[in-house]
Nanobody, 126 residues
């Protein structure tokens, strides 16, 4: 059983930056593909970014491409989401997820992931 704990959320002004972290424990982190999703009130959970187990393949949603970057450090069992040039529409709860199956065709689907963190809130003020 993999446990995921996100951190790094907070309140930031538009144009600012945040770095989210997701620490994993209880499982072979380096064998899991990892993803970040977000969910705003009244909206469905939305794919943000994903990274393969070895870190060589990454995917980013069009809405964050060029502003957000996913990375991982397998030695620290941690995945990161660097968020730059934040916009008010980025306001949401951000969740990390781990999946034993990683394929570029399905990384966008929440159902592809086996484990989820509890989420961290990101609020961007205008």
């Amino acid at each position: 059983q993999v446990q995921l704990v996100e951190s790094g959320g907070g309140l930031v002004q538009a144009g600012g930056s945040l770095r989210l972290s997701c620490a994993a424990s209880g499982g072979p982190f380096s064998t899991y593909g990892m993803g970040w999703f977000r969910q705003a009130p009244g909206k469905e959970r939305e794919f943000v970014a994903a990274i393969s187990w070895h870190g060589s393949s990454t995917y980013h949603a069009d809405s964050v491409k060029g502003r957000f970057t996913i990375s991982r450090d397998n030695a620290k069992n941690t995945v990161y989401l660097q968020m730059n040039s934040l916009k008010p529409e980025d306001t949401a709860a951000y969740y990390c997820a781990a999946g034993s199956y990683f394929d570029g065709l399905v990384v966008f689907r929440p159902t592809n992931y086996d484990y989820w963190g509890q989420g961290t809130q990101v609020t961007v003020s205008s």
